[in-house]
């Protein structure tokens, strides 16, 4: 067998597994994907068609990528029974891209002649009477940014100096007037993380780098996230690769610290090279960890992930101001770890282009970040969605006049690993020959989707370059 047509199985279809099938097809490798669920996408899946869907189906796969509905209006069984959710694509909870336009998903896209259309947005802030748009002026640009951009601009050698410093020290240093709010907003919302301690600079600073291609910082995708997963998955079905939905994988089969196959149904399918895309915490659940170093098993088992509250809220009227601005804000001492905490409100949506909604309806996006812990405590829940209705009703007074429906989905598993100081990231080689692991929960500049993506090419370089 030559090096070009080696066998390729990747478990799980997540954007991280269809990113590395659709580069490995594109490199000449025979490519084979499991997925668990009967959908692709992973936890970046959108719902298209709520007509197919019952409201027990929609409760099991939120329970699948460990989210529920935490509250709705009216009752969930209201909503399914006047099927009110017919029209909409709704993600499992909202999902923002960062870099837009020219995020790191259109520069892989374009290696397969492909792009996504995005809606995108600049950043504004909630105030404590109203709003501001963009919440970074030209002005703010020139007069407080210049520490910052030397930081920005630092190679990879500072940005490993700072990434044991944290977001608390890095703004005592740099922070002055607006910078300050800007930083103590920015780096949690491109962490999903409140607690400032916890924050690496350095990877803050990666990650803003990563999204830094001259686009709007916030997009997503015109007619939600399938439109990537479709894109994917059509080429490698398209160039020799397969698929294989509701195909959970049991077992990976390893013999002598190298990996032989997978196991389905009982039976060993073989192949020179595995990829996992699973969740690195369920790695364990696939692989006996007796064949792994004890430290690394260790490691892995301390890693947390972030979460938070989503709110997607279906109004019959719209502010036309409003019409496509995403808006930040920040919520002091509200006792979640960190004190503070962040989310946002995207009206991204509400653009009729934007495909997600009837035409007749307008879709308002948000969400707001605790941790994995706080996700799991109905008091702080039900406070953290009186932070998003409030600061709703801030851009929007009396919005309840005007509410079709409003869905409030948790998540505890937001990213796999946060990008804490705390959190060592494994990387994708393992101590297993043959055996890589890919995805958000890895060592890859970015973020959730980003570092996804960024892991697949990574890999395919790495499994193509000599
Ligand atoms: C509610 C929510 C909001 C989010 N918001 C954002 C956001 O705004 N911006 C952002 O960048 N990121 C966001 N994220 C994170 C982002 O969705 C993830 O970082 C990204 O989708 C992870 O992709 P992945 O490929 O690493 O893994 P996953 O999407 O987890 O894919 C893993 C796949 O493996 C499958 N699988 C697991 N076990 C098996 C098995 N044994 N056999 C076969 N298949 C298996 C799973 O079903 C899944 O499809 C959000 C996530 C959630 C849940």
Redesign the pocket.
Known sequence: MTATAKSVCI???????LTAGALLTKHGFKVTI????HLLG???LSIDDFTKISEKDYKKLLSQ?Y?RIAFSEPSLTEIFEKQMLTGYKLD???????GGVFSNLNNVLAEFDMHVDFLESYVGFITKTGWQYPFLTRLDKLMILPNIIRLFLANEHTMQELDNVSMTETIKRYGKGKMTLILEIFSRSITTVNNLNRISTGEMFRAQKNLYRGSKPVGYPINGLNSIHSKLSSYILDHGGTIHLNT??EKIVIENATTKGVKIHNQTHNYDIIIS???VQ?LFS?IDENVLPKSYVTAIKQLEGTASL?AYYSLKTMDPALLGKTFHFIERDVGVDGNDAVGMIDFMATDRKAGLSPPDTYLIQSYIICTPQEAKDPQMVKQLRSLLDKNLEKLIPHYIEHLAWALY?V?WH???VAKTIQNDKPRIVTPIENLFII??CVKAPG??????INSARILTDKLTKP
């Open positions: 478990i799980g279809a997540g954007i991280g597994g499991y997925e668990k669920e992973g936890r970046a990528f989210m499992l909870g909202y999902h923002a891209i960062g959970p994988v895309n699973v969740m369920e696939l989503c989905p998540i937001l990213d796999g995805g958000d973020i959730g989707v980003n570092c996804a």
